[in-house]
């Protein structure tokens, strides 16, 4: 059975290709691939993003306060109408991230957002996270915002399943045909042959990690997909992904900058703003 709730620290790093390789064949000392890459090289993730009509949600965001949450629709590849996807509250809570998500077939998750009415009881749902999101529809007004799709390839620690680490590529995002099952395409979001790298732990990362990433010259950013897609699309299209620093990580170890420059919510918005 698939893990439906998730108490973890997650760091993310941006690295172009050489970086990628270089970093991802050391890692192989210590780590093995998932299961479904043991046998492809990538697997698609599909997402669907909700937000308030004036995108309440990813603006409280971006304005780094101590507590955020977003809810997203999740599928792994294209699904068909009777495929299972996974219906996702995230929450992140002074660095720790709390992912909760049920798994619904894809007609049941957009009649749940849209009516805000929770699906009758399957076995294949998990009823504790249906009633949380029930809860979070209740105080929102959603509408689908936006759709990200990657090729994702993951690793776990051969040591313990606590620590897993991603890399995400090929990022593209459109704010058109908003559904799951209307295809994958979309605009670029990073330029081509760049890399998101996220550590995944429960607890501290262990020693061998941080020496493999200071040796490597891989350092935090602060980066999120729906974050940097809602500045480049909605606030100026800015035509280039947004980094800290305005670079990716090379091989050459260059420190990335200090954190991104955060955001106000205007004094007019009318949603609840998630400050605790």
């Not at 294209?78 to 996974?86: F, M, N, Q, S, T």
């Not at 593209?172 to 295809?183: A, I, K």
């Not at 035509?239 to 420059?261: E, K």
Request: glycine content about 6%; overall charge positive.
């Amino acid at each position: 059975m698939a893990i439906e709730v998730f108490n973890r620290y997650e760091n993310k790093y941006l690295l172009d290709d050489a970086a990628y390789r270089s970093f991802y064949y050391d890692l192989l000392d210590h780590m093995e691939l998932d299961d479904y890459n043991k046998q492809h090289e990538y697997y698609s993730i599909c997402n669907l993003y909700f937000d308030t009509a004036h995108d309440s949600l990813i603006r409280t965001s971006l304005s780094k306060p101590k507590y955020r949450e977003k809810l997203r629709l999740r599928a792994y590849g294209v699904p068909g109408e009777e495929a299972k996807v996974y219906l996702e509250l995230k929450k992140k809570v002074f660095g720790l991230v709390n992912k909760r998500r049920t798994g619904l077939k894809l007609a049941e998750a957009y009649d749940f957002v849209r009516t805000g009415i929770a699906p009758e009881h399957q076995s294949y749902m998990n009823k504790q996270v249906v009633a949380e999101i029930a809860y979070f529809l209740s105080r929102y007004e959603l509408e689908p915002k936006v759709y990200l799709a990657y090729e994702r390839k993951a690793m776990f620690s051969k040591e313990s399943r606590d620590l897993r680490i991603t890399f995400d590529t090929n990022i593209r995002h459109r704010r058109y045909d908003l559904g799951l099952e209307l295809g994958d395409h979309g605009e670029p979001l990073n330029p081509e042959g760049k890399w998101l790298m996220e550590v995944k732990a429960e607890k501290t990362v262990p020693m061998w990690l941080s020496r493999l990433l200071s040796e490597h010259g891989l350092y935090r950013t602060s980066f999120s997909k729906y974050g940097n897609e809602y500045k480049k699309t909605v606030r100026g299209g800015l035509g280039s992904i947004v980094v800290p620093g305005g670079n990716f990580v090379t091989t050459a170890g260059l420190a990335a900058a200090a954190s991104s420059q955060s955001h106000s919510i205007p004094q007019q918005e009318s949603e609840r703003v998630l400050y605790v």
